[in-house]
Nanobody, 120 residues
Framework: EVQLVESGGGLVQPGGSLRLSCAAS????????MNWVRQAPGKGLEWVSR????????TYVDSVKGRFTVSRDIAKNTLYLQMNSLKPEDTAVYYC?????????????WGQGTQVTVSS
């Protein structure tokens, strides 16, 4: 059974930092690119960042470039999101997820999410 378990969220002041973790199990972690997606209060899902299966390529939404860093630890089967210089508009539930295609059908797997609140 695929499991993605996020942790590390919380309340932080503007300008502060948090590191989110996503512990993965039930699938071959090294075979898949992984994503962070967030949902702000009253808004839709927003893709934030992606890291490829080998960890050599990362991409970010423009609003977090230079502030967030995605990484993965193969030995620990864990995905991370280091968030620095946090802004109130970063307030959201953050999810890790990945997708795969089997027999022509797409399957997306999501964690339960972790709340990040940026406020003074």
């Amino acid at each position: 059974e695929v499991q993605l378990v996020e942790s590390g969220g919380g309340l932080v002041q503007p300008g502060g930092s948090l590191r989110l973790s996503c512990a993965a199990s039930g699938f071959t972690f090294t075979n898949y690119g992984m994503n962070w997606v967030r949902q702000a209060p009253g808004k839709g899902l927003e893709w934030v960042s992606r890291i490829n299966s080998g960890g050599s390529m990362t991409t970010y939404v423009d609003s977090v470039k230079g502030r967030f860093t995605v990484s993965r630890d193969i030995a620990k089967n864990t995905l991370y999101l280091q968030m620095n210089s946090l802004k109130p508009e970063d307030t959201a539930v953050y999810y890790c997820m990945y997708g795969t295609v089997l027999a022509g059908s797409r399957y997306d797997y999501w964690g339960q999410g972790t709340q990040v609140t940026v406020s003074s």
